[in-house]
């Protein structure tokens, strides 16, 4: 491409709205304009880059095995209805009314398109296992849409379904996309993992995320020194500290705390490490408050807390005045040793082997030493409820536990009957008997793969792309102040080579000054630049850098042929 | 492809509401499967061919310098609203109301947004001619939605849309975008004509439809036995007949005519040709009544009418209350002679030329013969009013016209200021001074050129592609009731020669028997079908078959290559 010919408007301001640096580097290099509250318009050169992670995405998915369709945008309320999720979805879910009254939704999501796509065309087990993707515009209605594409309202998505008649098949599926997406991730260019993840609100068993390693990143991941062991920190588990229970040594003693409500004030006024403290939370159960105790060090995990029976799926701290009625006691001042027998006591594994510990006394101003469980203090069960931290051991038994930021750009999930449940969809297995079929879900947010690799590669000039996704590889400028033909003879010839050879190549012939040109080159993250030059033409070399690097190379021709090759 | 590994879905049965061969073709197909009304989901098949159709849009597009780029689908309403059509378009357009009770549009079409883009991308003088397309998913909420998708509510659609400094600039870049979409149109194998269109309520000067021709079209072409001259058929002009008005020769005599009201009716009574009358129409104009008279044998063209300064856009017959009120007359009796004098009378060209005419009598029942104009009857203005009809000679003075039925595939515009005056789009000159740009917008309906491509080219058995938009070029079929070894890796071999050579290529193992499986790939339009047989592996040819032909050939593999190559 010859950039004269190209549409580049890069920008020095940005709005102060735009805090992360993808956002703002994406809005300077002129990717992206904002239309309004998340929606945007890509640019010629946005899009360049947004389709590489297109092709790449569809290529993968294509030697899968899967097969591209397309489903409408517009889905019918009927089907939402069905499944139960016109309801449940939220105000994420972008309701419409057309012109009969009739509604429908901008489809964040496929699930009960395809299912009922399937239902029709899915008669016998003898066309299953069967993988069905679309790359393809949705719409979540974001209360607070921000970070520029990242966590816009309008992206592009890859989806993919797929349909079995036994959970073995949707286990053999699930390890072919976990398969495949490691694979498009890695021929991105990008450092990512794949991590252990919740199943949340979509259902169903087994689910990984893929996460780009960076740290602006919103999830927070742990993962093992030693091993492929990762996982989203609200998924990790948090093993049992190795050994057995000490036996109680100390006396139980009631200690004066006035105004030590913390543990971090407690454990000071008290002299003892947080790791010998106990925290009690009192937070609203199915019936009835429920304590949780954690190590004083430790912090709750609310998604491993809502998977508890006693607990609704989003718990939440019970008020003061609920507390000081129950137990007459204010918060702060809480412990497990004589609460009241109707309050369940869930004890976090690593908080159950302690012994002799510090917690709330059960009277406004007052703790205890030298408490006990079983002896002076109530376990009702001891479940994994705490997140975890750094140095853990490893759930998979090898390493320890480090942290990471990530930004997610994938999500695989085993929704085993749910959609196919609601809706109806079966086929005939061998026997001739209609059976539902499992589903497994697979989803990629291919515009905000975009985003994501420049929050894990960029620097002060702007960004850095992996060569994959480059809108082109290399950028070849002139710089002919005397605009003497040979120069600019010279520059056409080699980038008419370069072309020739497949490699996609930017011509910078907009005649700028050398600072300028180049600002612009490394701001849209060209991975290689050469200088065509009367200099250069003299010595029969090219001026080469690499983006990222700090110094210029003299090459020749064929050396950075073999370098693009 | 090996077509056990394809999603392949026909069916017998299609709903009844599926009047239109192609929307009966695609369904019997499984291309597409309807979701609700006016919403289509693209099977993998239909989407291979949707996909060939988009990628040689693009690739002429992206030839003819334009650049790609994408814009969001959903638009806020204030873009709407500084362009006045948040009012005027109509309820086609989908509104929607986001979480916020913002309100926006699921766009049907672009102006507004590339609009916005340009007055915040383009400064300069220097940036123009500038050319923008995408290829996108459009929504118009028609009433009646119907024939698939044909008239689909949701659709794939290539708009572009270019921004000039002159109107010399935008007719180069318009002339440009005819002879690219020519190119496309050809390169996908459609018959078409490119005509002139009238510019419609998307306004502007110049426009061209393009138009596959096809019996089933709902478009009325008019067109040139002896050159490239094609209009649509309400901008097709009618030439003044050659020659002078003859003298009058008749008296001017009132005629009983108790109950003929048509020219039908009339002509029969008195013995005379439909072409030696003249009907009158009272139409309401934008003050008062206005006559409206043609030659017996034409029918007025509502678009020439609604050009006229009398009248407005969409003119109406007057009512037969207010006939009555202002000439004492009924419809059917109204005529040019002695018509009160505060009615304008615009005659139309063939009319005016007529001498001793019949028309009505400005008297219940009667009728006048030998009436003549000036002498008898006031002309006001004689304009073009009426629909051309076939043998009329061509506007540009070669040949004469004819007539075809068409399907409306693209469609471009010279929009001149309109949008970018409203939305203050305007660059610096080269002397430094603000100019509104130009526009010039460019569509092509990339969804209705499936369907138009099957109503142009079918038969009985089903679709017969043009090979640009096959959803592959050829079909291996192994017949081999014995299943030999030597018969399946014949056609395997051949495959994955095919395939080696670039050839698009579907395998057939599904192993059906001949019929079913013939019947299949004669229903979804594979171009060209291979048979690999016992009998034909013992004489060394392939049993070949082009789609649409009737006989099978014996050909050599060699044959088979030259004749795909």
Redesign the interface.
């Known amino acids: 491409m010859r950039l004269s010919?190209?549409?580049l408007?890069t920008v020095k301001e940005v709005p102060a709205d735009a805090e992360l640096t993808s956002h703002r580097l994406m809005l300077r290099a002129?990717m992206i304009?904002k239309?309004?509250s998340g929606?945007?318009?890509?640019?010629?050169l946005?899009?360049r880059v947004?389709r590489k992670v297109e092709n790449v995405v569809r290529d993968e998915m294509d030697r899968a095995?899967a097969?591209?369709?397309?489903?409408?945008?517009?889905?019918?309320k009927e089907l939402w209805k069905e499944t139960g999720r016109w309801d449940k979805f939220g105000?994420?879910l972008?309701k419409?009314r057309?012109?009969k009254e009739q509604e429908?939704v901008?489809g964040p999501t496929h699930e009960e398109?395809i299912t009922?796509?399937a239902r029709?065309?899915l008669k016998s087990y003898k066309?299953l296992p069967?993988n069905?993707y679309q790359i393809?515009?949705k719409?979540r209605?974001e209360?607070r849409p921000r970070f520029g594409v990242m966590r816009a309202?309008?992206f592009l998505m890859k989806d993919a379904y797929s349909f079995h008649l036994s959970p073995e098949s949707l286990n053999e599926t699930y390890e072919v996309m976990y398969q495949t997406y490691s694979r498009i991730f890695s021929r991105l260019g990008l450092k990512f993992r794949a991590v252990q993840a919740d199943t949340g609100a979509i259902g169903g068993n087994a689910s990984h995320e893929f996460q780009v390693l960076a740290d602006s990143g919103e999830d927070a991941i742990a993962f093992s020194d030693r091993s492929d062991y990762a996982a989203n920190i609200e998924k990790a588990e948090a093993l049992a500290p190795a050994g057995e229970r000490p036996a109680p040594r100390a006396e139980l003693k009631r200690v004066d705390t006035p105004t030590q409500k913390t543990i971090a004030d407690v454990s000071a006024f008290l002299g003892v490490s947080p790791q010998q403290c106990v925290k009690t939370l009192l937070v609203r159960g199915r019936e009835g408050l429920v304590a949780l105790c954690l190590r004083g060090d430790h912090e709750i995990n609310e998604v491993k807390a809502g998977k508890l029976p006693e607990l609704p799926d989003e718990s939440v701290l019970a008020p003061e005045e609920e507390i000081l009625s129950a137990t007459g006691t204010r918060p702060g001042f809480i412990g497990p040793v004589g609460l009241p027998g109707n309050i369940p006591v869930i004890v976090d594994r690593s908080a159950a082997v302690l012994a002799d510990f510090v917690c709330g006394g059960n009277a406004d101003g007052t703790h205890y030493t030298g408490a006990n469980w079983e002896r002076d203090a109530r376990i009702t069960r001891v479940e994994d409820i705490r997140q975890v931290v750094e140095g853990d051991p490893s759930p998979d038994g090898h390493g320890t536990l480090q942290m990471a930021r990530g930004i997610e750009v994938g999500h695989i999930f085993q929704l085993g009957p749910k959609y196919a449940q609601a809706l109806g969809a079966t086929v005939l297995d061998d026997q001739g008997k209609a059976q539902v079929m499992m589903m497994g879900c697979y989803g990629i947010g291919v515009s905000r793969i975009v985003a994501a690799a420049i929050e894990q590669s960029h620097d002060e000039a702007g960004i850095i792309w992996p060569e994959a996704m480059a809108p082109w590889r290399v950028a070849v400028c002139i710089i002919n102040p005397k605009n003497l033909p040979e120069v600019r003879e010279a520059a056409e010839a080699l980038y008419r080579k370069l072309e020739g050879r497949g490699v996609e190549t930017l011509l910078d012939d907009r005649g700028l000054r050398p600072g300028q040109m180049f600002a612009d080159l490394e701001l849209i993250g060209i991975p290689h630049r050469v200088v065509v030059s009367e200099r250069g033409l003299a010595s029969g070399t090219l001026e080469y850098r690499r983006r990222g690097e700090a110094e210029n190379r003299a090459i020749t021709e064929d050396e950075l042929f073999t370098l693009l090759a």
Chains 1, 2 share one sequence.
């Open positions: 010919q190209f549409h408007a002129g304009r239309l309004a929606l945007y318009t890509w640019s010629p946005g899009l947004l095995g097969m591209e369709m397309l489903m409408p945008a517009v889905q019918p105000s994420e972008l419409i057309d012109r429908f901008f398109v009922d796509f029709n065309e066309q069967i069905f393809q515009t719409f209605d209360i309202r309008e």
